[in-house]
T-cell receptor, first 113, second 115 residues
Framework: DAGITQSPRYKITETGRQVTLMCHQT?????MFWYRQDLGHGLRLIYY???????DKGEVSDGYVVSRSKTENFPLTLESATRSQTSVYFC????????????FGPGTRLTVT | GENVEQHPSTLSVQEGDSAVIKCTYS??????FPWYKQELGKRPQLIID?????GEKKDQRIAVTLNKTAKHFSLHITETQPEDSAVYFC??????????????FGKGTKLSVIP
């Protein structure tokens, strides 16, 4: 599991600030995903990427931006953080988009004050 | 898009008893159904999965069954142990509105195994 890492692990920011969460994987997996986890909602997909320079929106993409210039990195940016974006964010990767295991990173706990 | 319902939200069992968690899905085209276990403060990890061409799959004390006609699948844990205590998530691979395949997760079941 050391193959997928996230940074920072904890972050406190203020409303309106821009925040970038980093995700890095060493397996050369083609697919990468960002989820948020909130009590009572499970895991909800924010964005995913099928390969470098290919990204697509998930269920809850409003207020978030992603990029994927390199296969191993998939940063998530909150352009103007809001309190409703307080959550635990998980990055994941898989060899294929659907029929293979998704490996999750350790998560980033973000608090927006 | 896909919608996954998971029940119950909490489940308490005595050590050694069986636990069953049930999920239903809405998209009849969904073809992959993984189950993830998440211990407190940790990341979700895959424990078992099943594909739509299989009705049942077992791995030691864990089994998953799939009923495509009824669009539901279940996780069965036998001879539960305290280390089985965790939150369990089901998921279904369906087709998003944009035409791409995505995993949709249930809201989770908190399983407590009482020694």
């Amino acid at each position: 599991d050391a193959g997928i890492t996230q940074s920072p692990r904890y972050k406190i920011t203020e409303t309106g600030r821009q925040v970038t969460l980093m995700c890095h994987q060493t397996w050369s997996h083609s697919y990468m995903f960002w989820y948020r986890q909130d009590l009572g909602h499970g895991l909800r997909l924010i964005y995913y990427s099928a390969a470098a320079d290919i990204t697509d929106k998930g269920e809850v993409s409003d207020g978030y931006v992603v990029s994927r210039s390199k296969t191993e990195n998939f940063p998530l940016t909150l352009e103007s953080a809001t309190r409703s974006q307080t959550s635990v964010y998980f990055c994941a990767s898989s060899e294929q988009g659907g029929l293979y295991e998704q490996y999750f990173g350790p998560g980033t706990r973000l608090t927006v004050t | 898009g896909e919608n996954v319902e998971q029940h119950p939200s909490t489940l308490s069992v005595q050590e050694g008893d069986s636990a069953v968690i049930k999920c239903t899905y809405s998209d009849s085209a969904s073809n992959y159904f993984p189950w993830y276990k998440q211990e407190l403060g940790k990341r979700p990890q895959l424990i078992i999965d099943i594909r739509s061409n299989v009705g049942e799959k077992k791995d030691q004390r864990i089994a998953v069954t799939l009923n495509k006609t009824a669009k539901h699948f279940s996780l069965h844990i036998t001879e539960t142990q305290p280390e089985d205590s965790a939150v369990y998530f089901c998921a279904a691979r369906g087709i998003s509105g944009a035409g791409s395949y995505q995993l949709t997760f249930g809201k989770g079941t908190k399983l407590s195994v009482i020694p």
